[in-house]
Each structure stands twice: as C-alpha cells, then as structure tokens.
C-alpha cells in the first residue's frame, strides 16, 4: 500500500481536503493524509496570464521530499495553466511521485452560477483520480466514462465518471503491485 500526502496550495477548505483524502482511500489501496506542510502558490503566478504555473507549482511540491513509496498531492484554488493550454483542472508527473489539482474551475461560481459543494466534491473526486492516475503510469483513455479521459471542459469532467475503466483498473493495479 502506497500513501498520498495532501497538500494545501494556499487557502483551501479543511472539509474538501478530509474529502479528498477519504475518496483516495475508497478508490485505491492507499492511505491518505493531510501533511501540515503548505505550499504558497504566489511565486507561481503570471501577472501576464492571471493564473499560476501548474509546473513550478508541482516542483515545489516535490522539493517536500515525498520518499519513494508516497505520492504529493497539491490541492488549490486558484487557475492554473501550462504553456500550450488556456487552462488545465491539474497536472502530474507521468509515472512520478507529484500531483497537482484546481478546484477553481470546478466550481459553479467559476461560471457565474449559483455554489453547487455536491457537484464540486464530485469534480474534485475524479480530477483527483485521474491526476493520481498520471502518476501510477497512465494515460489518457479513449473510453467515455473512465476517470482517465482526458478532460477540456466541464461539461466533459461531468460526464466522465469516478472510475477507472477495466483497462486502466488492470493497469493501475499492475504499477502498484511493482510497488510492494
């Protein structure tokens, strides 16, 4: 069994963190815990874009020093981009140990709609299993409904579920028994 360490990147809500942690538990053999460390996301900001580098963001996570056997995942509230997107909900090293997701963009108040905190819980269950998914080694899914398909809208998150299709499940468990 492997375990997640979240990680605050700024200001983020106690309650969608001790939810977040629960998700991670029910989903995949690990342990997950809040770490009392925090991660400020200002030097990661873009004054010309007016949102944060998801990449300088992930390297300070990884600068906590997460041993081989855990995985870091930073939860924040403010929008990320990378460079050859106009946004991203979140990024992950590929077969790495750091994570990173945005609530911001998963909120309804992010598009001028009334708060909706079961709809954001959701969201943020499958972007978080789906980032943690980069860094058990896979890709993007072609199937609709797996928690891996890659998403560039919400309307595509929402459809998607909070599950890894049959394939990616076989594949998430492979990686974690090279792990044991």
């Given at each position: 069994?492997?375990?997640?360490?979240?990680?605050?990147?700024?200001?983020?809500?106690?309650?969608?963190?001790?939810?977040?942690?629960?998700?991670?538990?029910?989903?995949?053999?690990?342990?997950?815990?809040?770490?009392?460390?925090?991660?400020?996301?200002?030097?990661?900001?873009?004054?010309?874009?007016?949102?944060?580098?998801?990449?300088?963001?992930?390297?300070?996570?990884?600068?906590?020093?997460?041993?081989?056997?855990?995985?870091?995942?930073?939860?924040?509230?403010?929008?990320?981009?990378?460079?050859?997107?106009?946004?991203?909900?979140?990024?992950?090293?590929?077969?790495?140990?750091?994570?990173?997701?945005?609530?911001?963009?998963?909120?309804?108040?992010?598009?001028?709609?009334?708060?909706?905190?079961?709809?954001?819980?959701?969201?943020?269950?499958?972007?978080?299993l789906h980032e943690l998914g980069h860094t058990l080694g896979l890709?993007?899914?072609?199937?609709?409904?797996?928690?891996?398909?890659?998403?560039?809208?919400?309307?595509?998150?929402?459809?998607?579920?909070?599950?890894?299709?049959?394939?990616?499940?076989?594949?998430?468990?492979?990686?974690?028994?090279?792990?044991?």
């Amino acid at each position: 069994m492997f375990e997640v360490q979240l990680v605050p990147v700024g200001p983020v809500d106690g309650a969608l963190l001790e939810f977040i942690a629960g998700c991670i538990e029910d989903a995949l053999p690990a342990s997950s815990s809040v770490r009392d460390a925090r991660v400020r996301p200002d030097p990661a900001f873009d004054p010309l874009r007016g949102q944060y580098s998801s990449t300088e963001i992930l390297a300070r996570l990884l600068e906590l020093g997460p041993r081989p056997d855990q995985k870091i995942l930073g939860i924040t509230d403010v929008d990320l981009f990378i460079p050859i997107f106009t946004f991203v909900f979140g990024e992950a090293q590929l077969g790495g140990r750091a994570a990173l997701v945005s609530v911001r963009r998963l909120r309804q108040e992010f598009y001028g709609l009334a708060p909706d905190k079961k709809l954001l819980y959701a969201r943020a269950e499958k972007e978080v299993l789906h980032e943690l998914g980069h860094t058990l080694g896979l890709v993007h899914c072609r199937s609709l409904e797996c928690v891996m398909r890659f998403s560039n809208s919400m309307e595509e998150v929402d459809l998607k579920s909070s599950a890894f299709c049959d394939s990616c499940a076989a594949l998430a468990r492979k990686a974690l028994a090279r792990r044991d």
